[in-house]
Each structure stands twice: as C-alpha cells, then as structure tokens.
C-alpha cells in the first residue's frame, strides 16, 4: 500500500510537495475548498533560496516565460509625478530590487501512529498517513494542531491590506508605481497584462479610514461587498488616482478578485503534531513585508518532501514522525532568519502627515542619486543569511540550471 497524503490547500506549497511527492511511492490528494484555483490576485516573486529550489524542480525557463515586464518602481506625488525611481537588478546576480528578477503572477505559477481519519463534507470518511495544512496564514488545519484554547500564533504587523484588479489605461506605464497619502495610507499599481493592471491599497492599524477597515475585515458576516466598500471610504480622499480606482473596485467586473486581510506573522513552537504538519503561511507566514512568503513555501514543500524520502525504507514504509521532525530541525533556521524584521517595520514606511511623504521620498530619492541601489544589488546576496538547500537524493532533482 502506498503512503497516503492529504494537502489541504492548492496555492503555492500544496502542489508544490505533491510536486516532490510523486517522486516517491506515495499517493497523494490535493484538497481545496474554493472551487478554482486563486489565479488571480497580487504579483508574486521568488527570491534566494527559492530561485534555488525552483531550479531544483526545473521549472525555470517555465516560470522566465511568465515574467511580468515590469521596469521597476516609482514613488509618485499626487499629480502622478516620479519622485524616484529604482530599476531592477535581473543580473542574475547579487540581491534583488523590489520588483524581482521572477516577478509573475499569481495564476501562472498554480497552472496518530496508525494515520489520521479525515471526514469529508459529503458524509465519507478516509485514512491519511499524513495530512499537511497548507491552508494559508489563517489556517483552519492550524487550530487542529494547537487545540481550541491554544493562544492564537498569528501576530499582527499593524496594517491592513487590499489587492485587485483594475482595467488598464493610457497613463499606466510598465513601472510598480507607490503614492503615498496623508494618514499612513498608500496606492500601489503594478503592470499586468496589456489590459490590466494590479492594485493594492493598504494602511496602517492607526491611519485614516482604518477603523472601518479593520471592522470589516474582522466581521465574519462581510461579504465581499461591504469590505469592498469600506476601503473605498477609506480612500475616498486619498488623491491621485483614487477616485478611478475606487470606482474599478466597486462596479468593475474585473475587481472580483478582490482580496483583504491583516498583515501579520505566525510563529509556532512546533508546525506538527502526531500525524498533521503545517507548510507554508499556515506555520510560518513571514509576511508580505519581507517579499519571501512564496520562496519560503517553495523551500518548505522540498525539505518537508526531502525528509519524507530520507525516511522512507525500500517496503515503502515511512516513519512519519522522524520525518516531521527533520522538517522542524532543517527548515526552522531559516524560517527564524527570514521572519526577523526591524520593529519600525512596516510603519517606516508609512509616513502620516504630508512633510513626512516628503521626506520619506527626498531619502528614496538621495539613495538612487548615490547609486547605493546599485551598490547594494551588486555585492548584496538575494539568499537569506548562510543557510543552503540540502539535496535530498532521494528526490532525484531534475537537472539544474545553474
């Protein structure tokens, strides 16, 4: 009998270890409760050690084929003027700039000791040697592995959030282009397609407008749109753009993507617990700020499938628990490394009044006249401090390509 495997979720690291685990003699089971993919939605990147494992897999002249062309970004005043601009470094080599050398988008990436009992919506119930909640920051697998009293793990970063899709116009360029409003609040628009763009809106816990924000986020009885709504009256005043992007989220069809949520960490003493282990956001969320969340799902569907094979003798027999225990042991110090940001982070970035919009871009502005972007790009590491990908030979990684 084959080992049996049940990933809750199909976003990034649920295909991403069934990708590994078809390598071994296991059959597995991708469950997902939305009735299609999430292909739409933000831009995602993959940075440092998950370039590595996406080579690993041998995907990368697939996923060059699906780079946004974007040039870079730009911060802008209200009446759309650049105020500083920072390129791109796609070398190849040395760190990433804020728009990555594999920038793409989301949908083009998706194209106990005797087993857990899982009992399904329709009435039927199975048997899984392991089952992995790869079900997102706010993972309903998460509750399982820490019981109903446990303390929630998920920590907030102070700031609320919003992404969707826009119709394309004229004065759109092929630049990630920020504008940030008074009362901590920011626009971001980024290319797309030739007939849309992406735009996020996102403001701080304290900002302007955050209160009625953060209430609908919360309310489980919102729908779509009442939340929609509420950032609309959030930035209803912003300037720039926000009257037409405003009008895009509450009547464009295109908008239906709309996405919300709270930015935030998850730290967990343990992501396992008897047969059950958690991958990706749903046991170690890094959050959006640190630009890994993608990479790091990558890296763990590998090392939890290197693991796995490691423990898995020439019967086909498996011990689970040894295995789940390496992923702990291998992945967490990377996990630490990336999940440690500055605590002025992300409200640096937020100025509140209208002189400190301006300072914050005078500083963008003087780091690009010094060329320090260019500085830090060349003798910069993408990699996220010393740790590398082990290599798993029982993966029989395909051939690299680098």
Not at 105 to 111: E, Q, V
Not at 135 to 164: M, N, Q, W
Not at 329 to 355: G, H
């Amino acid at each position: 009998m084959p080992v049996k495997v049940l990933i809750i979720g199909a976003g990034i690291g649920g295909p991403s270890l069934a990708f590994w685990l078809s390598r071994l003699p296991y059959s597995v089971t991708i469950l997902e409760r939305h009735p299609d993919l999430r292909a739409n939605g933000q831009q995602i990147d993959i940075r440092g050690q998950g370039v590595t494992t996406m080579r690993y897999m041998g995907i990368e002249s697939a996923v060059r084929s699906k780079v946004v062309d974007e040039e870079g970004f730009q911060l802008v005043n209200s009446a759309g003027q650049p105020q500083a601009v920072l390129l791109p470094n796609k070398s190849g080599k040395g760190k990433q700039s804020f728009t990555s050398e594999f920038e793409i988008m989301r949908g083009d990436l998706l194209d106990g000791d005797e087993g857990v009992k899982v009992a399904f919506k329709d009435g039927t119930e199975e048997v899984f040697d392991l089952v992995v909640g790869a079900d997102g920051d706010h993972s309903k697998t998460r509750r399982i592995i820490l019981g109903p009293e446990a303390p929630e793990p998920f920590r907030s970063l102070g700031c609320y959030v919003c992404y969707f899709t826009c119709p394309r116009n004229e004065s759109d360029s092929k630049y990630a282009t920020i504008y940030h409003a008074v009362g901590s609040r920011i626009m971001v628009t980024r290319a797309d397609n030739p007939k849309t763009i992406q735009v996020y809106m996102t403001v701080l816990t304290t900002g302007k407008g955050a209160g009625i924000v953060g209430r609908a986020i919360r309310n489980r009885k919102a729908g779509m749109k009442e939340q929609k709504k509420a950032w609309a009256e959030a930035f209803k005043d912003a300037g720039w753009q926000a009257e037409r992007l405003i009008d895009a989220l509450l009547n464009d069809p295109v908008a239906k993507d709309f996405y919300t949520h709270e930015i935030g960490q998850v730290r967990m003493k343990s992501w396992s617990k008897g047969n059950i282990t958690l991958l990706g956001d749903a046991g170690y969320c890094p959050t959006p700020v640190t630009g890994f969340g993608t990479s790091l799902a990558l890296v763990g569907a590998y090392v939890l499938a290197g693991e796995l094979a490691k423990q898995t003798k020439e019967d086909g027999t498996v011990d689970i628990h040894a295995a789940l225990e390496g992923y702990d042991k291998t992945l967490r110090p990377l996990v630490d490394e990336v999940q440690k940001i500055s605590p002025f982070v992300p409200s640096i970035a937020y100025p509140r009044t209208w002189w400190g919009i301006k300072i914050f871009q005078t500083l963008i502005w003087l780091w690009t006249v010094f060329k320090l972007d260019k500085l830090v790009s060349t003798f910069g590491s993408d990699d996220v401090g010393t740790w590398r990908l082990p290599d798993y030979q029982g993966l029989r990684p395909a051939k690299r390509c680098f």
